[in-house]
């Protein structure tokens, strides 16, 4: 090496020592190089920590599925940043709804817009999450609260939407889905028709987000309808869905929140109702309330009734593979919030076909006979108008066209009842006149069967019965004419009883001081409770009681019998009116002011009848006259006299052998 190398060489080691020297870094920047330097290697780190934390919580959930995951996400994220946890949990749930619900695993992403459709009998929202309804507002309706206490216009909501809704189970690849976690796919837009405009909305979950695989529900709406159109259409599912089905699941559920002002009322009003393929109508309870059965029938609807409201689900085809669990259940006493809570499980069926469809119907209203009868699907069947076929006759083809004939013209309530009042008054007064005309016989008589009563001895009471009984036939009067009449009112009296509490029309109208005329007025609350009774008084049943026990009285005179088994009866006749008392204290105040008025009528007709219409001196004349006429006998009443004088001679030989020994 020459000494220009050397040169060279120790001239380029300066010049770099210079560099160096001029170019090192100070002490504080070497730190903040550390410290970047430590923040990258401990980044790679908690990526990695990241990832195997990822691939444990997807372990756990692929052996162990949904058991106590929310607890391991806790317990293995608790020490990551929010941003990096975000992330995870993300990752998390694509694992999870593959896992859960595989070709429909796209579909469990989150969609919380509502879809708003109003009509002219309702407001409805549309949820993608189950592709439902889930809000009903029935319009021109109101709750009892909301119409008394807050003095505002609502609508009343028909159930409680974050509690109820409507599931289809699948199964497909050995997993079983359900509809009702999944959110739908809709295009769906807020909407406003009226008249006989229509509009329909539909929701679809689409398989392996393949455009030809889909499942949708379809609604059709129309603007002056109750009614709804509610399809649900297959498209491709048969390669998709497990064949291991005839029928689909299909859960039906509704919690229903108390609307009226008596909640326990309102209970005992409610039931569940279903047309089987029999054409018959049934109801899950005997009478009311909470039950639970197994329909052992395929039925064509079946509907969660409450007092005045249902929901009713109707397939046009039928549901298959019965049975069918329903349900209603009461909350606690103390919850006045919740009316009931109902349930079915239904099945749909399905043949894996490429593209079929099963249509079905929603009713969505109030329980009114005339709107609910225009369906022609015995709907109305579920209004409560009477136990017996017979009231239930009376209601139909009487009560109901005469009220509502008056209720076409406007008129109050009040004065409705009123004029029903009367024309049930004028229907019946036939009878009425005949009740009295036999009273009246019955008591011209009473000297004569007195005389009887002195004749026979006590132990004669065979005898004296035939003496009676001769002394009615001579005179041409029949014991039994007053109490048939009565007889013949006992089904629209009691048709009137199931009547009143049913009509939806008197739900929230007022009359004189009560301001509901479906349920009980109250002139007066108790600071206590009396059994049978309440806690409240009812001025329309104490009237009602009061008229009662006075035309009871007026009967009673006017039959003037005696015995010891008429002063029994007469005592059972007061004591009507005071059970009476405690029955109508909580029922519908229509009822007892109909009751009210069918009295002060009767009170009324009663002293018309005495004064103008029944002339005893010439009653009795008919009588004398007729007791001098031969009576011929029947062969039934020959019958029954042989009868008593056989069973006459076998007391008197009983006797005798007594008397022997």
Not at 69 to 96: G, R
Not at 300 to 306: A, H, R, Y
Not at 581 to 599: E, Q, T, W
Not at 614 to 638: C, G, T, Y
């Amino acid at each position: 090496m020459d000494k220009k190398t050397v040169l060279g060489l120790l001239l380029i080691g300066g010049i770099l020592l210079g560099w160096w020297l001029v170019m090192k870094p100070s002490a504080e920047e070497i730190e903040k190089e550390r410290q970047r330097t430590a923040l990258i290697k401990d980044s790679i780190a908690e990526v990695k920590r990241i990832a195997d934390s990822i691939q444990q919580i997807n372990n756990q959930v692929v052996s162990e599925e949904t058991q106590s995951t929310e607890i391991v996400l806790d317990t293995l994220l608790s020490s990551l940043p929010d941003s990096l946890k975000l992330l995870a949990l993300d990752s998390i749930k694509q694992q999870q709804a593959g896992n859960l619900y595989g070709a429909f695993a796209a579909h469990a992403n989150p969609i919380n817009e509502f879809v708003r459709i109003e009509t002219d009998k309702f407001i409805l929202h549309f949820h993608p999450k189950g592709g439902r309804i889930a809000n009903v507002q029935v319009k021109n309706y109101q709750t009892y609260k909301k119409r008394y206490n807050e003095k505002i216009d609502d609508t009343l909501n028909l159930y409680i939407d974050s509690l109820s809704g409507y599931n289809l189970t699948l199964f497909s690849q050995n997993k079983q889905i359900n509809t009702s976690e999944l959110f739908f796919a809709t295009d769906g837009k807020h909407t406003k028709i009226s008249g006989e405009e229509t509009t329909g909305i539909s929701f679809r979950l689409y398989a392996n987000e393949s455009k030809d695989h889909y499942i949708e529900y379809i609604y059709t709406l129309k603007g002056n309808d109750y009614m709804i159109d509610f399809d649900i259409r297959f498209v491709g599912m048969e390669s998709v869905l497990d064949a291991n089905q005839a029928g689909l699941p299909f859960t039906w559920y509704q919690v229903t929140p108390s609307q009226e002002r008596e909640v326990s009322n309102e209970r005992d009003r409610s039931n569940i109702f279903y047309k089987a393929s029999d054409d018959d109508i049934y109801r899950v309870k005997r009478g009311g309330g909470p039950g639970k059965k197994k329909i052992e029938k395929e039925i064509k609807w079946i509907s969660f009734k409450q007092q005045f409201f249902s929901t009713a689900l109707i397939a046009k085809s039928g549901f298959v593979n019965y049975p069918f669990p329903a349900e209603s259940v009461a909350p606690p006493e103390g919850n006045s919030f919740i009316n009931m809570a109902y349930s079915v499980e239904l099945a749909i069926p399905f043949s894996y076909s490429a593209d079929e469809t099963f249509a079905m119907q929603m009713y969505l209203g109030p329980n009114h006979y005339n709107t609910l009868k225009k369906y022609k699907m015995d709907l109305e069947d579920q209004i409560d108008l009477g136990m017996f076929f017979l009231f239930s006759i009376v209601n139909k083809y009487l009560i109901i066209p005469v009220f509502n004939f008056f209720d076409k013209m406007h008129l109050g309530y009040g004065l409705i009842i009123f004029l029903l009042t009367l024309i049930i008054k004028l229907i019946l007064s036939p009878i009425t006149y005949k009740t009295f005309v036999s009273s009246a016989k019955m008591r011209i008589l009473k000297p004569d069967v007195d005389a009887l009563s002195e004749k026979f001895k006590p132990e004669q009471a065979m005898e004296k019965q035939q003496a009676v009984m001769q002394l009615y036939r001579r005179a041409g009067v029949s014991p039994l004419a007053g109490c048939i009449p009565a007889l013949l009112q006992m089904p629209i009296l009691l048709a009137m009883f199931s009547f009143f509490p049913a009509a939806i029309e008197l739900r929230q109208q007022g009359f004189l001081w009560a301001n509901d005329l479906s349920t009980y007025d109250v002139i007066l609350l108790l600071p206590f409770h009396i059994p049978f009774y309440g806690s409240h008084v009812s001025l329309f049943t104490i009237l009602m009681t009061i008229t009662t026990m006075i035309y009871t009285s007026m009967s009673n005179s006017q039959m003037n019998m005696g015995g010891m088994q008429a002063k029994q009866m007469k005592i059972m006749m007061y004591l009507m009116p005071v059970l009476f008392l405690g029955i109508l204290n909580n029922y519908s105040s229509a009822l007892s002011y109909y009751y009210f008025l069918s009295n002060v009528v009767s009170i009324l007709l009663t002293l018309a009848i005495r004064k103008f219409f029944i002339n005893e001196d010439k009653l009795r004349a008919v009588i004398e006259e007729n007791k001098k006429r031969p009576v011929k006998k029947s062969k039934w009443q020959q019958r029954i006299e042989d009868m008593q004088k056989v069973r006459q001679e076998q007391a008197r030989m009983r006797s005798g052998g007594s008397k022997k020994k």
